[in-house]
């Protein structure tokens, strides 16, 4: 009872603080992967289209951000235009609802474990109490990545892989047709997927083995799947090149019969396959290198632990003691007496699990780019490894002390003055003195994650907002823009905004300009350039770990 009610807290957490909102940024593909894209076409917002969804580089498919941050806001515009909800669309409907579709979308993972746990020999619910209160569950599980599409589809192909009878013994897999739409669609989402994968379609393929006599009903579900694999395939591919080639379905429909063969014959010659392109990009190791490259046991030394703390550095150890066990039974002795050991057994689920966890973690390390969030659909396996009942789990207080840092760490501090800076400058662009005199606004963001424009709230036809994105500029080509900008105000009510993080404020300050309005959004935490510890002994700690917004000073003059 205990543990059930606690698994309904934490649950309740989840979304609660969906909706609160949860102000830290994670990285920008969680808005630039969909929602941003989203907002542009479904509600006509000024956003930034990353390269990925360009049509001169279709990396991303589009169904699966047609199909979350798409229809949210497709939802939000419709309340609007039926009158039932006159503001639906503003700068927290816009980063909430995306967000709170996810957060539903989460508790695939809860249902899984509950499903899974008996067939694994784990405690049901000392697992989803594991899984509910891991950070990583309430903070990256919330958010719109990618990432967390491919651990809900992984987590779906675990409950199909996974089936037994009411005596307990393994059943007859009958699920071929939706592993085949899952294994696809999953790859699609991210072809990454196919790791995670692997161990799944092994297992499957091994029941099915074990549990058929005939070779017609073997052919059978290999048949089934790959059919439904390849009817996915079409419909994602077919969804895909409409998008990026521009060819809208209205026109499809009205053309006559001469010109929809012509519309067809386009539409074969310009075929988008989004993973082939996704895995040409990403398999040079030139363009990884753009994106950061990391020493390959970067996964197995960091990540695992950041993300998921003493469970990933216990799965480790359990790891290589199995390990040497199968090792000590492949000695040529014990060969010839107990016969070759098998890794897949469905008797005892320990030795799998820690397959379906150290095989996808090891495929993904051949990759030189490697970011934390790229191992978050491994906590299904790890949470029901570490939950089997002849597994205790000890280090409890460090366990709950290592998930509130998370959760504040990732949830509120890395980069959480962005979304709250965001939410203010929307409401001062559509202040009702805004809207009675027109004003120009120059917002020029520096050293902080890329703002997605779609929170700003601004429609495409309208003009009086510019974005410029500084990155990580240097001081000099920082102060030569903030000059340029406070030099060419070009009308009588022109507000040009700075916003910068309190540890390079004093870098302004050099640039000869001076302000006439500042405001400190806090907490913000930059790990790019991050406070130094003295600082923070310091009375002016707060403006540290700050966000400032700074107008300039129309009749600036040099300091």
């Known amino acids: 009872m205990v543990a059930r009610a606690l698994w309904a807290l934490l649950a309740a957490l989840r979304a609660g603080w969906c909706l609160l909102p949860q102000s830290g940024y994670l990285h920008p593909d969680e808005f630039f992967q969909a929602p941003e894209v989203m907002a542009g ?9 990353p390269w990925e969804f360009l049509s001169s580089s279709p990396c991303r498919t589009v169904v699966f951000p047609l199909m979350t941050s798409g229809v949210t806001y497709w939802v939000i515009k419709s309340l609007q235009q039926l009158d039932i909800c006159s503001s639906c669309i503003n700068s927290y409907t ?16 809860d249902y899984s474990v509950y499903r899974l746990a008996p067939f694994w020999g784990a405690d049901p619910w000392k697992a989803l109490v594991l899984l509910a209160g891991s950070y990583v569950t309430l903070v990256f599980y919330t958010r719109t990545f990618t990432n967390t599409l491919e651990g809900l589809l992984f987590a779906l192909l675990m409950v199909l892989v996974s ?7 393994s059943a007859e897999p009958t699920s071929s047709s939706l592993i085949g739409v899952i294994t696809t669609a999953g790859f699609f989402n991210r072809p990454t997927f196919l790791a995670f994968a692997l161990m799944p379609l092994l297992y499957w393929a091994s029941l099915i083995v074990d549990s058929q006599k005939s070779i017609k009903t073997l052919i059978n579900h290999f048949l089934k ?8 395939a079409i419909v994602f591919i077919t969804a895909d090149t409409f998008y990026f080639t521009s060819v809208s379905l209205d026109n499809f429909y009205s053309t006559n019969k001469s010109s929809l063969i012509d519309v067809i014959a386009q539409l074969h010659e310009k075929m988008v396959v989004t ?13 990884l290198a753009l994106h950061g490259s990391h020493p390959r046991v970067t996964h197995f030394t960091v990540n695992g632990v950041m993300l998921f703390g003493i469970l990933h550095i216990l799965a480790i150890g359990a790891g290589f003691k199995m390990l040497k066990k199968y090792v000590h039974q492949l000695m040529p002795v014990r060969w010839c007496y107990r016969g070759p050991p098998g890794l897949l057994m469905h008797s005892e689920g320990s030795p799998t699990l820690l397959l379906f966890y150290f095989v996808p973690l090891a495929f993904l390390s051949l990759f030189s780019h490697q970011e934390p969030r790229f191992l978050i659909p491994l906590i299904l396996p790890l949470v029901l490894f570490s939950s089997s009942p002849n597994r205790a789990v000890k280090w409890k207080l460090l366990l709950v ?14 980069q959480g003055g962005l979304i709250p800076c965001l939410f203010h400058l929307e409401q001062l662009i559509h202040s009702p003195a805004s809207s009675s005199y027109p004003r120009h606004y120059t917002l020029l963001f520096a050293h ?27 001081e000099e080509t920082l102060c030569q823009t903030v000059e340029e900008q406070a030099s060419n105000f070009t009308c009588s ?16 300050t050099k640039c000869g300009v001076s302000f006439r309005n500042e405001t400190l959004i806090f907490p913000h935490l930059s790990m790019e350039d991050p406070p130094r510890i003295p600082v923070l002994s310091s009375g002016n700690w707060r403006s540290h770990l700050g966000l400032y917004i700074l107008e300039l000073n129309r009749d600036h003059q040099s300091l």
């Open 163 to 169: 089936s037994k009878k009411s005596s307990g013994s």
């Open 225 to 232: 799947l790959i059919l439904c694999a390849c009817f996915t």
């Open 275 to 287: 993973p082939f392109n996704f895995l040409s990009y990403n398999l040079n190791p030139h363009n």
């Open 41 to 49: 076409d479904i509600l006509n917002l000024q956003v930034y289209y």
């Open 94 to 109: 816009l980063l909430v609802s995306p967000r709170l579709l996810f957060t539903i979308f989460s508790f695939i993972l």
């Open 493 to 508: 009510d022109c507000h040009i905004f700075i916003i910068i993080p309190g540890t390079v404020r004093a870098t302004i």
């Open 448 to 474: 902080t994650y890329m703002p997605p424009r779609s929170l700003l709230n601004i429609k495409k036809t309208d003009m009086h907002v510019e974005v410029i994105d500084m990155a990580g500029s240097g």
């Open 401 to 414: 002390l290592f998930n509130l840092l998370g959760a504040l760490l990732f949830g509120c501090l890395h």
